[in-house]
T-cell receptor, first 114, second 115 residues
Framework: AQSVTQLDSQVPVFEEAPVELRCNYS??????LFWYVQYPNQGLQLLLK??????LVKGINGFEAEFNKSQTSFHLRKPSVHISDTAEYFC????????????FGKGTRLSVIA | GAVVSQHPSWVICKSGTSVKIECRSL??????MFWYRQFPKQSLMLMAT?????????EQGVEKDKFLINHASLTLSTLTVTSAHPEDSSFYIC???????????FGQGTRLTVV
């Protein structure tokens, strides 16, 4: 079975500052990794995903994440945040084979302060 | 990109009544759909997995007779909350997947309030 740990439940950051949202996972098999963003009362929007290949993945809205297999991490970063980035961010994982659902972390609330 | 439409966006119903939530893949055929439940300020909890034409596979602790899932076509899955009670109030989200090795696309969610 897989599990995801998002180490920070809340991250406040000033506008235009950099941010890193941490995600660690546990799995005995190879996995695909995802980051999703959720705005209030809305579904989830995919920010980026790691399936294979380059460990540095670039996504939408200026976000990027780096897959580190040895540390079983997939931290999300943005060099300069905007007020509009205020939202809930979820890290998710699933095995790279088989038709299995995503397993989500508990989420990190990013609050961007003007 | 792939679009998943969920309807209604919000619904209020009386205790004891049933509510149906629809999840449609608008521009692709979804072989698999997932239903999640999300409590305030919490993560998504998988309720069930449904494959077109098959019975849904429910997660442990989810009542099959209470949360009826139908996936009759490759573009539509429905979740019916039967005999709803206030404790069923929650945010329900569906997601749909085309092939085994792609990400799932999410609907916008349904806020259910049972009074």
């Amino acid at each position: 079975a897989q599990s995801v740990t998002q180490l920070d439940s809340q991250v406040p950051v000033f506008e235009e500052a950099p941010v890193e949202l941490r995600c660690n996972y546990s799995s005995s098999v190879s996995v695909y990794l995802f980051w999703y963003v959720q705005y209030p009362n809305q579904g989830l929007q995919l920010l980026l995903k790691y399936l294979s290949g380059s460990t540095l993945v670039k996504g939408i809205n200026g976000f990027e994440a780096e897959f580190n297999k040895s540390q079983t991490s997939f931290h999300l970063r943005k060099p300069s945040v905007h007020i509009s980035d205020t939202a809930e961010y979820f890290c998710a994982v699933r095995p790279s084979s088989g038709n299995t659902p995503l397993v989500f972390g508990k989420g990190t609330r990013l609050s961007v302060i003007a | 990109g792939a679009v998943v439409s969920q309807h209604p966006s919000w619904v209020i119903c009386k205790s004891g009544t049933s509510v149906k939530i629809e999840c449609r893949s608008l521009d692709f055929q979804a072989t698999t759909m997932f239903w999640y439940r999300q409590f305030p300020k919490q993560s998504l909890m998988l309720m069930a997995t449904s494959n077109e034409g098959s019975k849904a596979t429910y997660e442990q602790g989810v009542e099959k007779d209470k949360f009826l899932i139908n996936h009759a076509s490759l573009t539509l899955s429905t979740l019916t909350v039967t005999s709803a009670h206030p404790e069923d109030s929650s945010f329900y989200i569906c997601s749909a997947r085309v092939l085994v090795n792609t990400e799932a696309f999410f609907g916008q969610g349904t806020r259910l309030t049972v009074v």
